[in-house]
């Protein structure tokens, strides 16, 4: 038990460590111009962040991740 | 636009309903049905998002672009470091602690000075924040109600002279509020799930409220994203926000980090996601779900910054509070009011959360040690609970009102404005000091005030004294220009260091300095043993947990300890954590209990959570006489606890590895019992086999034993048979023999090189009679080119090979119209010779049975041995002593029923033998 939860915060600890590159330069300086006529920036910037939220979700809470898959007057608090 | 009494109504049942809601929380928690789920806990971290992000994040983006992420991205990737906060609450839990403060000081022996020290450097770094929460309200009324900011407060009660204004009034119910929901119990510790909940409940309200703004701007004001964005792309100006060129990647850097750091070390989070926190697995949760409402909330700030800066493109307008004036410029009252209520709870939350921490730790770490000194005869009050919760109370009316004071002083100044990020920068000093002591065990005190010691001094003269300069309240000539014109040390380019802006800037120097200092001062003097002892606690919770070893020594008494806890605790308290302490060792009085290290330590504890642990550790030292350890002693202490906990690992390897072993023993005893079915089957099937001939031949023996005049045809068919079943017995036993050989490893294979093709026909020929016997069409085709075979095998085993296969075969092939096929063929440098039969087939489930030994195809159970259960594997053993591979390719008819017709394939054995030599090249 001790060591998955080990597995998951390393797991997490490497998604913190690659979001630390990826959010910064020289990356975050490639995306000039538009992408569908929004800003390439903004449409990087948030759909990384969200990227990063579902990686977190499926490192960290599988029970999320599972809860779909059960019915939905199950209490998974 | 909006009638005043209306606004008065709903802001007042806002806050109405946080008290509901708090006091829901708190009646479900006293009747033991826990409103802290993980999703709560998970809402209560974003208290992060105040006024500041809820006004200001829009006012940052109509100036930086995409700057004001920073703020939210460093959080977002400093919860995937989710070991560090799982550290922080590990330590908080096992040591009973209750500020950042009581932390930093437990973690470096328990030092009153140290916590009072972070105590002072948080008070003067939130204060000006809660008043920039206080400021928020106020701004936010003056917007709504320009002419008379005060129209919350009736008109007949504004006549009063002693009549505060109307953020005072906000600032009197929040404080309310605290007093009621954030020191229901003595004991910091426990939890307080209803002011939480609260605090959850602003989270969803100020983001709905947000969200429903931004989807107004953009598809309100606007014909949605991309609309807008195009619009904006037509002005020069607003177009290079979007662009990275907009951004100074070295500041984002920075702010990312700093706003990383202040996650953790800000009193108001440390409260929520440490101390708040009842189970370490909602930390699971709130590593996403916190990000992703941050997500959320910032998802419409640049929208709603570039469709202001469209509106008032030239003009002038107030870009902080665009989120209330621009539904309120369109006339849209609900938007308004929606606006003004998001922003009064993103404050609220914050002032009720911060100002709880706060208070603990003024209570805790800067009021308890002074009145302990004994002066005011405090320590010998025979109960002290109620007067230590006066004293909390007081602190928080006192910080409200301190804050309040602040805003009213600085009102518009350059100080307010600017406070958010220097409050970050403040708290951020504690990183080395709070994160080195969860993972370095040589970070001592001096080091920790050292370090603490530069930064706040670094943080003082080039953040909070310039902010001072440029609201005019000092002179502003050392920020550029350096004091007596000293340029390398001005404020804003210490050493000449001028490509940061100013809060990078400050974060560079601080933490140079800060952790500078830490690490040099730590490694250059000498640890105390009793710091030595709680740091390695510290730095091995995750291993340690709650056995750490208890390093004290000394005599206590019972009873001075017994009363101690009654005085600080109360009596009704201690008593009932006496007794579960008691119960917990099977001692049922109290008064039994010994004063041992445990016992001692335990009280400590006991007394940390109420009034922090410095002072805890300072009170149980006036009634216990504690020997001074050696550093040495201590350390060898831990040493021998460090190699128990060895010891433990090693056993529990030993269990599993036992636990394994014992699991493999299992198996092969079940496989033994397999074996032994088997060899019971195979004794069975031998016997069966020897007793039929010997049976056939004692009964024709006796006949001709008995019966002298016989006739000579008789005799002569009868002797037949006893000779035919003598040979039948020879067979038997040769095979049982020539198994047993093979299985040792003791048969003498004489090897030869020879061709296949002769010795195929030769051994057919030899069972020939076996076909003719029962009427089976043999078919033999060999190679077509005539060439020799060649192959290098011991002759009479591989002609044992092909006298089974056929036998075999010649046994399953039908009585009429038999047929069986033997063929030889060259196939990558392999001679492969295949048995066809069209008999019934063999099942697949039988395929692979047949090769094992003593196994015969169908139930051994019930169906009669058709043979020893060894030619087969007798075969296999030869064919592969040679290189080669024997195995069956059968199609049952039952499978080839499919059209209603039956389709018997029979079975195909099939081994392979490697070419010698040239035959190799040849093919």
């Not at chain 2, 039929?692 to 002569?716: K, N, Q, V, W, Y």
Request: charge should be negative.
């Amino acid at each position: 038990m001790q060591k998955a939860l080990q597995k998951t915060l390393l797991k997490l600890g490497v998604a913190g460590c690659l979001a630390l590159i990826v959010f910064n330069y020289p990356l975050l300086s490639l995306y000039r111009g538009y992408l569908g006529g929004l800003p390439t920036l903004y449409v990087v910037l948030f759909g990384l962040w969200l990227a990063l939220i579902l990686i977190a979700r499926r490192l960290a809470d599988p029970s999320v991740v599972n809860s779909f898959k059960r019915t939905a007057n199950q209490d998974f608090e | 636009m909006i009638a005043t009494w209306f606004v008065g109504l709903v802001t007042f049942v806002y806050l109405g309903s946080l008290f509901a809601v708090a006091r829901f929380g708190d009646r479900r928690a006293d009747a033991g049905r826990s409103v802290m789920t993980a999703t709560v806990y998970a809402l209560g971290i974003a208290v992060y998002c105040t006024s500041w992000t809820f006004y200001g994040s829009v006012g940052r983006a109509t100036t930086g672009g995409f700057s004001f992420l920073t703020i939210y991205l460093g959080p977002t990737i400093m919860f995937l470091f989710a070991a560090v906060i799982l550290k922080m609450i590990r330590v908080s839990k096992t040591l009973r602690l209750t500020s950042i403060a009581d932390f930093i000081a437990a973690r470096y022996g328990k030092s009153q000075l140290l916590a009072g020290f972070v105590t002072v450097i948080a008070v003067i770094g939130i204060i000006p924040y809660i008043a920039l929460q206080l400021k928020a309200i106020a701004y936010s009324l003056k917007i709504i109600f320009p002419d008379d900011p005060e129209a919350l407060i009736p008109d007949a009660l504004e006549a009063l002279a002693f009549m505060p204004d109307s953020t005072a009034i906000i600032a009197i119910i929040l404080a309310v509020f605290t007093i009621l929901f954030g020191t229901r119990h003595l004991d910091v510790t426990e939890r307080h799930e209803g002011m939480v909940l609260a605090v959850a409940f602003e989270s969803v309200f100020k983001l709905v409220a947000f969200m429903a703004i931004g989807a107004y701007v953009v598809w309100g004001l606007n014909d949605g994203f991309i609309d807008l964005f195009q619009r904006a792309e037509a002005i020069p100006n607003i177009a290079k926000l979007l662009q990275p060129e907009s951004i100074n990647f070295g500041n984002w850097f920075a702010l990312t980090l700093l706003s990383g750091i202040a996650i953790l070390m800000l009193p108001r989070q440390f409260q929520i996601t440490v101390v708040e926190n009842v189970d370490e697995t909602h930390l699971r949760r709130a590593v996403w779900l916190f990000p992703l409402y941050l997500l959320l909330i910032n998802i419409f700030v640049l929208p709603i910054a570039l469709t202001g800066l469209i509106q008032f493109n030239g003009g002038a307008f107030e870009a902080d509070t665009l989120v209330l004036t621009m539904p309120l410029s369109e006339g849209n009252a609900l938007m308004t009011l929606l606006a003004f209520l998001g922003g009064l709870s993103a404050a609220t939350g914050m002032v009720i959360v911060e100002t709880i921490a706060l208070a603990t730790m003024v209570s805790n770490d800067l009021v308890m040690p002074i009145l302990l000194r004994g002066r005011f005869d405090f320590a010998n009050r025979k109960d002290l609970s109620g007067l230590i919760m006066l004293i909390r109370r007081s602190t928080i009316v006192v910080l409200l009102f301190l804050g309040y004071l602040y805003y009213r002083s600085a009102g518009e100044a350059y100080a307010l404005v600017s406070i958010g990020l220097i409050s970050f920068l403040a708290v951020a000093q504690f990183a080395p000091a709070m994160l080195g002591g969860l993972y370095w065990k040589e970070g001592n005190r001096l080091g920790a005030f050292a370090g603490l010691g530069f930064g706040f001094a670094i943080w003082l003269y080039t953040a909070l004294l310039p902010s001072f300069a440029k609201s005019g309240w000092i002179d502003s000539g050392f920020i550029m220009d350096g004091p007596w014109g000293i340029s390398l040390l001005a404020a804003h380019k210490l050493m000449g260091l001028d490509s940061l802006d100013p809060i990078a800037h400050t974060l560079f120097w601080s933490l140079l300095f800060n952790l500078g200092a830490y690490i040099v001062v730590s490694i250059l003097t000498r640890q105390e043993a009793s710091e030595a002892a709680i740091a390695s606690q510290f730095v091995n919770i995750q291993k340690a947990g709650d056995s750490v070893p208890r390093i004290w020594r000394g005599t206590a008494s019972a009873e001075a300890l017994i009363e101690l806890l009654k005085r600080f605790l109360g009596p009704r308290q201690a008593q009932l954590r006496l007794q579960r302490y008691a119960s917990n060792r099977g001692i049922s009085k109290i008064t039994n209990l010994q004063p041992d290290a445990d016992f001692v330590l335990f009280a400590e504890t006991q007394l940390a959570g109420t009034i922090g642990s410095a002072s805890a550790h300072v009170m149980v030292s006036s009634v216990v006489q504690e020997e001074e350890l050696g550093l040495d002693e201590v350390l060898n202490i831990l040493d021998e606890a460090s190699q128990v906990r060895a010891h433990s690992k090693e056993l529990e390897r030993k269990s599993n590895e036992l636990e394994a072993a014992t699991r493999d023993l299992r198996q092969a005893n079940e496989k033994l019992m397999e074996v032994d079915r088997l060899k019971d089957d195979f004794m069975s099937t031998v016997t069966h086999e020897l007793r039929t001939p010997l049976t056939s031949i004692r009964a024709f023996s006796e006949m001709l034993h008995d019966d002298p005049e016989m006739g000579a045809e008789d005799r002569t068919k009868f002797l037949g048979i006893i000779v035919g079943e003598a040979e039948r017995l020879t067979r038997l036993i040769n095979q049982i023999l020539d198994f047993a050989k093979l299985e040792s490893g003791r048969v003498d294979w004489e090897v030869e090189h020879l061709d296949l093709s002769p010795l195929l026909r030769a051994t057919a020929e030899s069972v020939g009679q076996l076909f003719r016997d029962k009427g089976t069409v043999f078919v033999l085709e060999l190679p077509e080119d005539q060439q020799p075979v060649w192959v290098d095998v011991d002759r009479d085993r591989l002609k044992q090979v092909v006298i089974n296969l056929l036998s075999n075969a010649v046994k399953f092939v039908p009585p009429v119209a038999g047929l069986i096929r033997m063929s030889l063929s060259l196939a990558d440098g392999y001679a492969r010779v295949s048995v066809n039969d069209n008999g019934p087939g063999i099942p697949e489930a039988y395929q692979s049975i047949i090769f094992e030994r003593f196994r015969q195809g169908g139930n051994t159970m019930t169906d009669k041995p058709q043979g020893t259960g060894l030619g087969l594997p007798i075969s296999r053993e030869i064919v592969e002593h040679f290189g080669g591979r024997l195995w069956v390719e059968s199609l049952p008819v039952e499978a080839s029923n499919q059209d209603g017709q039956e389709v018997a394939s029979g079975s195909t054995f099939v081994f392979t033998l490697p070419l010698a030599g040239d035959d190799v090249l040849a093919v």
